[in-house]
Nanobody, 123 residues
Framework: QVRLEESGGGLVQAGSSLSLSCAGS????????MGWFRQAPGKDREFVAS?????????????DDVKARFIISRDNARKTVNTVYLAISSLRPEDTAVYYC???????????WGQGIQVTVSS
């Protein structure tokens, strides 16, 4: 079992930057893929980015915009607690969404989810 808890959301100004954190804990967390999804108002939840165990390969949404402004990283210094980060730059109102941390495989349909954290970008 992996538990995930997001932090770092809130209300931010357009053009600013934000870093979301997700603390993942559990016996297997260091071996799990971890990632981020988001769900904007009235839209389906969408994949944003993922990172392999031990900070390996990173994958991003096919969106050029995501690739340009989002960076995923991971702190795996502790075997039973891994933290995954999502840095977002040049925030736009359309980035307003609930951001979810996820873990496990397949990462596009992961078994473990955080509760989600709201990010609201004001223009």
């Amino acid at each position: 079992q992996v538990r995930l808890e997001e932090s770092g959301g809130g209300l931010v100004q357009a053009g600013s930057s934000l870093s979301l954190s997700c603390a993942g804990s559990g016996r297997t967390v260091s071996n799990e893929v971890m990632g981020w999804f988001r769900q904007a108002p009235g839209k389906d939840r969408e994949f944003v980015a993922s990172i392999m165990p031990r900070g390996g390969s990173r994958y991003y949404s096919d969106s050029d915009d995501v690739k340009a402004r989002f960076i995923i990283s991971r702190d795996n210094a502790r075997k039973t607690v891994n933290t995954v980060y999502l840095a977002i730059s040049s925030l736009r109102p359309e980035d307003t969404a609930v951001y979810y941390c996820a873990a496990g495989t397949p990462i596009l349909d992961p078994p473990y989810w955080g509760q989600g954290i709201q990010v609201t970008v004001s223009s």
